[in-house]
Structures are given as structure tokens and as C-alpha cells.
């Protein structure tokens, strides 16, 4: 079984929970919504901390304003939109009102603010609006799009330009920051009187809004602590007092006091032996100083050159103490070689937001996946009215959207994120005049972005690299290559689908015949990407033709992998395979990516509307290298002669340690039940080569999301590391049903730093969950 198939439908383990600890946190989970209706407002001390509020654009988002939501030419309506004062979230109107949290849209969550009639509902639905007065927000994840209209120019610039600067700022502040931010929202809402004094059941409710259901008597315990003046009431400092205690990290001050001594201070010697001990590669003298003027808080420790507990916080609480390698998140491999030695981030029936069957089609879902790094996007193009040929999925209910659109969403984003090349792959069912009008869309709208001839007149037969920046290279046939022995031409739709049970071409008998025609223009931009089919690799592979691509769907690249094995991969060195699901995934689910990866298939397509672990996966291998789309691929799956094979990986080489210390604010699953609180376990998945497909996981923790504790060790060996991804779940368990999902974090072994490392996870559409966390310690061992 595979990995990301191991939820907790097994049977569960009877072990006994970790009890609830009381080891504080540093950061506090997304808010919920305002209450009453986003009337009840905490106070500007949030934004004050922001330095934003004697902004004039952020004091207008403050007062709201009535925007008109645009969904069609007929529902236009008007709303009042209102950021909070937590300056992180912006309260909306509703006709019909519902549960707090589905009232408000998060700051951190947006995308891009786009002005004008910049998205596809805009287009067509905005025409009674001056596109001065119009904006787009597009949000991570699968969150539609909010179109809307403002009553003048000035108030939507004024939306524009505060989002920015509050995208800005958001994007700025450290986790410390973040921790004071949050905490005051919450003890704002947990006052429920507003007179900036708690009493304790006040302070029982903001420990159940933080995700901790205490103990009556040690919450009792610590609140009488902090009473000094004897009153049962926290105020000022009292308060202060309070949230000291409550927010404590006791595991990261052992490690600190490890290190620092009886003075309770890190020298420059001191945290360079820290670093030596977390295998830093740049531990030296000059790094330890380098961290301490960057992290330490205290001007007077930073000029002696001393680090105090809170630096040491801020510094394992920031991207150099987290468990990515910093030194992966921009482009750091080589991106010189030609495109079969990559693996190419690729969307399967790209123009779908939700189901193959009924589901809408929409350029807006070129955007998202050219937002989420996608470099191959796929195109299925049947006659249109007027001429003009239109992409769905064909012979289904799902809507259509024209192919010149297409065409502008990509010239338009393909390159906002990523600078590296796209391909166009075709599903060609148009006869001949309607490819003819294709090409020319292509030609008119791309211009010099389009490949229309070969590079290097030297090499015609080697494929480009990834250095070919903000060109668009066309996957399609072409006329010489593309006849069968008895001379017919085939077409894409053809090659797509060799195997006879799936996906069988249907339609009348006209149109059969248009999709077996090649017009010559169309033929012509197929200059890099040839379409060819892959009719066998055994008893030898046949001479290595790099411009030409083979497709596959999942359970033919199956029957490859498992029969031909090593010939495939060594295929796969010189050409580039595409592989589909199968085309009887109805709900558009997905298939997994790591069996294809590990025989070296570059364009492993996937569903990226559908939301999974297998997305999880795609978005943790194309995590690195600036997210730009390619990962070159390990050695092994790069040279010609390779003798590599997955399902004979040879003895294990690395034994991977992680310790799961703790969790830090863990985000409530039911905003709307104070009394519902999580009990996290954790879960760490390896996917790899079949022998390295492993499964473990932690007892869980009851009631207790804030600051769980388990501090326990798990341990993998591993045959084929450089190969393996490694995805960090947390769950919340439950002894009757299947556990429910709370966040995940995937990334490649060979980007996890070693030693003490905070792990930052994200939902399940792949959004932050910032500022929830978990902290564990790496090894990784190599024999």
C-alpha cells in the first residue's frame, strides 16, 4: 500500500493518549470571524504594531466601503466590505447571514489584487463598469475569485494600494511580531466586557479560543500567580504576567541553557557550537555573529556580541531555523541541461475547476496553475462556433471557454512566478481550418514568446534547457512524423489513448475525420515537443529521438515501469514522457506522482483543481529551486547508460531520525464550538522507491492543539534517498471515524536541514497556516 493512502481507516492502536501539557507556544493560530457581525471591533493596537494606522488607505478600509460583487450579467449585488483591526482580515456582508468565519477572507491568503478588468469574470461580465473602478482578488487555494466594483476610481485604488501594503507588511513581520499581534486579538475578544480587565472565566475562554482545554485547577493555579493584587482580576501587568507564562517555550529554553551556561547568554563560541551541533555547512565565527546582529532583540547584549533566549527564539522561528534549506528556495541547480533532465511541473485538463464531467472551464484556472509554478498546461481544442475553436472536455457537460483566451491568459501569466519555459500541450480534435486558425492565434497573440523554428541549426535533434526564459514551446504532431504504416495520419487524441479501454475517441463520424487531419501550419509550431507514441522499449530501446514526446496514461506508464523497468528510465534520459490519469477518474482525482518520478517521467500531469496528498506531493517536489517548475532530475535518472532501477534499489544507504518534539499553535478545526479542541498526532510519510515507502506516527495528545508535546523518535532506512519526499502531517484523532486533517508540510530529504527545526505547515489546498508549527529534530545519517 502506498503511503499516502495510510490515513487512519486501519484499525487504531490501543495506546494511551499523551496527557495535555502546558508548554507554551510562540505564535496563535488565523483569527475567527468578529463578532456580531464584525461590529464588536478589538481595538487598533494590532495595526498600531503594523505602523499602519495613520495610513489613509488602510483608515478607509477601517470606515468599509459598499463594493458591488459581480458573479454574472444578471447577480450584481452590493456589499459592505470592512477590514478588521486586526488588520489580517477583512469582514464582508451577506444577504443571508451565516456562521462568523464564513464572513471574512484572510490577507494572508490572497494571491494578487488585480486592477481593472483583469479576470475572466470582469471580462465578461464587467462591461456596465469603467474598468478604473473594478478589482480582482484572487486567493490561494481553491477559493473562487472576488470581483468587484467600487463606487469611483479613487476608493478601488484605495483597496489596491492598502491590500499591497498590508500583503507587504504581513509578508515583513517576524514571528515575534506575529505572536504579539495574535495574542492581543484574542485577549481582545476574550474580555468580554472591554474593560481591559480578565477575570477567570474570561481567561478560560481565551485558553479554549487557543486551542487548549487546561486543566481547571493548574489554569487556576497560574491565573492566582499572576494576581498580585488579590482581587481575581488580571490587569496591565498582571495580564502581561500571564501571557509571559502562557507563551513560555520550556524545550527551547533546555536547549538554550544547554549551551549558554550558568549566565544565561550565548557567546559568539557558544552558538557556533550550536551550529557545528545542527551540521550547519557555514558554522563559523563570522555566520555565529552574523545571526546574533540579525536576530538578538537587545541593543545591549547584540553590541557585546551575546545572544539572549528571545534571539535564540527569533532565530529558530525564521527561514534560517527552519526545516527548508533557505539555500533551496531560489534557483540553485544547474539549468543548463536539456529539458529531459528535468522534472517539469504539468497540469492534466488544465481549463477544469472542478469535475470532468459537469465541471466549469475557465481561463482563470490557467492562472491559478501557472501561480502554483506549473510549466506544461494542456489544452483539448474542438470546433467552435463562428470558427473559432473553444477547449473543454469533450463530449461532457463541463463549459466551454475560447482557445484565443487561453492563448492571452498565458501570454499574460505564464511568466509572473516563474521565468522558465512553458509548454503547450495539445488535444488536437479541430479539422483543418479551425487549426489553421489556432496557429494563428498562437502566432498573433505569443509574438516572440512562440517557438517557431530550432534554436540551434547545429543540433536540431537536441532538445533546449530551461534557460529558453519566457518562450512558449507547443507539444503537438507533426506532419512528417506522424504517419502510420500504412500511411494515415493519427492524431493527438490517438496517441493519447493506446490502450482500447480507455477513453475511446467518440463523437460522429465527421468529426472523427477532422481530428485525423494536421494542418500545416499547426504542424510547424510543434518544433521541440513532437507527439509520438511509444510503441515499445523491449529487447532494446530504440535510437534516442530527445524532440520527440510520448504520452501515457497512468496504468500504461504502469505497465512500463513494472515490464521494461531500467529501459524505461534509461528512455526517459534522452526523451520526455507525459503522463495522464486514466480517463475514468469521473471526479478528477489523481493519481500518485512518486512511481513516475522514480523512473525518470518529466511531465507527470496531474489534476491540480483536486486538492490531495498527491498534490501534496507535486507541490513538495517543485518546493525548491525557487518554485520556478524544474527540479533537475538525481543522477541516476540522467545518464544513458544508468543501471538504475526502482524496484531494485540495492541495501540501505541513509537512516533518517526525527525526533517530534512539539506543535505551536495548531488552527481550530470548528471555529464555531469554543469547546472543540483538537487531540494532534503526527504523522511522518516517506515516499520513494517501493522499499522506501514508509508509514510512522506519534501517540496523540488530548485536547490540547496549542502546545502539544510528544517527544517522540521515528526512524526510516532508506535505499534510494535522493528520490524520497518526506511529508509531516498532523491530525486530529478520533477513536471512531477516520481522523480529520489539521496541516501538512512535504519537501525533499535532500532540502531538510539537520538538527532542531521548526516545521510551518499548510492546509489542505496548500494555503499557510501560519503561524502554526511543528518542532522536531533531524538526523540523516548516510553510510
Known amino acids: 500500500m502506498l503511503c499516502g493512502r495510510w490515513r487512519s481507516r486501519h484499525r487504531r492502536r490501543e495506546e494511551p493518549p499523551v496527557p495535555a501539557q502546558v508548554a507554551a507556544p510562540v505564535a496563535l493560530p488565523s483569527p475567527p470571524a468578529p463578532q456580531d457581525g464584525g461590529n464588536k471591533r478589538p481595538g487598533l493596537r494590532a495595526l498600531k504594531k503594523m505602523g499602519l494606522t495613520e495610513d489613509e488607505d488602510v483608515r478607509a478600509m477601517l470606515r468599509g466601503s459598499r463594493l458591488c460583487k459581480i458573479r454574472s450579467r444578471t447577480w450584481q449585488k452590493e456589499r459592505l466590505y470592512r477590514l478588521q483591526e486586526d488588520g489580517l482580515s477583512v469582514w464582508f456582508q451577506r444577504r443571508i447571514p451565516r456562521a462568523p468565519s464564513q464572513h471574512i477572507f484572510f ?19 464587467g462591461g456596465a463598469f469603467e474598468p478604473a473602478r473594478c478589482l480582482t482578488i484572487a486567493f490561494k487555494g481553491r477559493r473562487k475569485n472576488l470581483d468587484l466594483a467600487a463606487p469611483t476610481a479613487e476608493e478601488a485604488q484605495r483597496w489596491v494600494r492598502g491590500l499591497a501594503k498590508l500583503r507587504a507588511r504581513l509578508d515583513a513581520m517576524s514571528q515575534r511580531e506575529r505572536l504579539d499581534h495574535w495574542i492581543h486579538f484574542y485577549l481582545h475578544r476574550a474580555d468580554s466586557n472591554q474593560d481591559s480587565k480578565m477575570s477567570f472565566k474570561e481567561i478560560k475562554n481565551l485558553l479554549r479560543m487557543v486551542n487548549v482545554d487546561m486543566n481547571d485547577m493548574y489554569a487556576y493555579g497560574l491565573f492566582k500567580e499572576c494576581d498580585r493584587s488579590n482581587n481575581e482580576w488580571l490587569e496591565g501587568p498582571e495580564i502581561e504576567e500571564f501571557l509571559r507564562r502562557l507563551l513560555k517555550r520550556p524545550e527551547l529554553e533546555e536547549i538554550f541553557h544547554r549551551y549558554s551556561g550558568e549566565d544565561r547568554v550565548l557567546s559568539t563560541p557558544e552558538l557556533l557550537e550550536f551550529l557545528e551541533d545542527q551540521g550547519e555547512d557555514d558554522a563559523t565565527l563570522a555566520h555565529a555573529q552574523q545571526l546574533i546582529h540579525t536576530y538578538e532583540l537587545n541593543e545591549t547584549a547584540k553590541q557585546h556580541e551575546l545572544m539572549t533566549l528571545d534571539g535564540f527564539m527569533m532565530y529558530l522561528l525564521s527561514p534560517e531555523g527552519a526545516a527548508l534549506n533557505p539555500a533551496h528556495t531560489c534557483v540553485f541547480q544547474d539549468m543548463n541541461q536539456p529539458l529531459a533532465h528535468y522534472f517539469i511541473s504539468s497540469s492534466h485538463n488544465t ?10 472551464s475557465s481561463t482563470e484556472a490557467y492562472v491559478r496553475a501557472f501561480a502554483q509554478g506549473c510549466r506544461c498546461v494542456e489544452l483539448d481544442c474542438w470546433e467552435g462556433p463562428g470558427g473559432e475553436p473553444v477547449i473543454y472536455h469533450g463530449h461532457t457537460l463541463t463549459s466551454k471557454i475560447l482557445f484565443r483566451d487561453v492563448i492571452q491568459a498565458v501570454r499574460d501569466h505564464a511568466f509572473t512566478l516563474s521565468p522558465y519555459p512553458v509548454i503547450l500541450s495539445l488535444e488536437n480534435h479541430c479539422g483543418l481550418e479551425q487549426q489553421a486558425a489556432m496557429a494563428r492565434h498562437l502566432h ?12 540551434d541549426s547545429q543540433n536540431p535533434e537536441e532538445l533546449p534547457s530551461p534557460e529558453l526564459k519566457g518562450r512558449v514551446l507547443v507539444k503537438g504532431k507533426r506532419l512528417p512524423a506522424a504517419r502510420n504504416e500504412d500511411g494515415r495520419i493519427l492524431s493527438d487524441r490517438e496517441e493519447d489513448n493506446e490502450d482500447e479501454d480507455e477513453e475511446e475517441e467518440a463523437g460522429a463520424p465527421e468529426q472523427r475525420r477532422r481530428a485525423k487531419q494536421i494542418s500545416p501550419e499547426l504542424s510547424a509550431l510543434a518544433v521541440y515537443c513532437c507527439a509520438s507514441r511509444l510503441r515499445t522499449l523491449r529487447p532494446a530501446p530504440a535510437p534516442p529521438q530527445p524532440c520527440q514526446v510520448s504520452s501515457l496514461s497512468e496504468r500504461k506508464a504502469k505497465k512500463l515501469i513494472r515490464e521494461a523497468g531500467n529501459s524505461f528510465i534509461r528512455h526517459n534520459a534522452c526523451q520526455l514522457t507525459r503522463v495522464y490519469p486514466l480517463g475514468l477518474r469521473m471526479n478528477s482525482a489523481n493519481y500518485n506522482p512518486q512511481e513516475m518520478w522514480n523512473s525518470g517521467c518529466q511531465l507527470v500531469a496531474l489534476n491540480f483543481q483536486t486538492p490531495g496528498y498527491e498534490m501534496d506531493l507535486n507541490a513538495g517536489r517543485f518546493l525548491i529551486n525557487g518554485q520556478c517548475g524544474y527540479v533537475l532530475k538525481p543522477t541516476c535518472l540522467r545518464q544513458p547508460d544508468t543501471t538504475f532501477d526502482p524496484e531494485c534499489p540495492g541495501p540501505p544507504r541513509t537512516t533518517f531520525t526525527i525526533q517530534v518534539l512539539t506543535a505551536q499553535q495548531l488552527p481550530k478545526l470548528n471555529a464555531e464550538k469554543p469547546n472543540s479542541i483538537v487531540d494532534p498526532l503526527v504523522r511522518i510519510e516517506i515516499h520513494g522507491v517501493p522499499a522506501d515507502c514508509a508509514c510512522k506516527e506519534t501517540n496523540y495528545v488530548l485536547n490540547n492543539g496549542f502546545n502539544p508535546r510528544w517527544g517522540q523518535t521515528l526512524q526510516f532506512q532508506l535505499r534510494a534517498p535522493e528520490l524520497v519526499l518526506v511529508r509531516f502531517v498532523v491530525e486530529d484523532y478520533d477513536a471512531t471515524s477516520p481522523n480529520d486533517f489539521v496541516g501538512q508540510f512535504t519537501l525533499p530529504l535532500s532540502s531538510l536541514k539537520q538538527g532542531y527545526r521548526h516545521i510551518h505547515l499548510l492546509s489542505k489546498d496548500g494555503a499557510s497556516l501560519s503561524p502554526a508549527t511543528l518542532f522536531v529534530h533531524i538526523c540523516i545519517q548516510r553510510s
Open 351 to 360: 481549463y477544469l475547476t472542478d469535475s470532468q464531467i459537469g465541471g466549469p
Open 444 to 455: 498573433t497573440i505569443l509574438g516572440d514568446m512562440l517557438v517557431t523554428q530550432l534554436l
Open 107 to 125: 490577507v494572508q491568503h490572497i494571491e494578487a489584487v488585480r486592477e481593472g478588468h483583469q479576470s475572466e469574470g470582469l471580462r465578461r461580465f
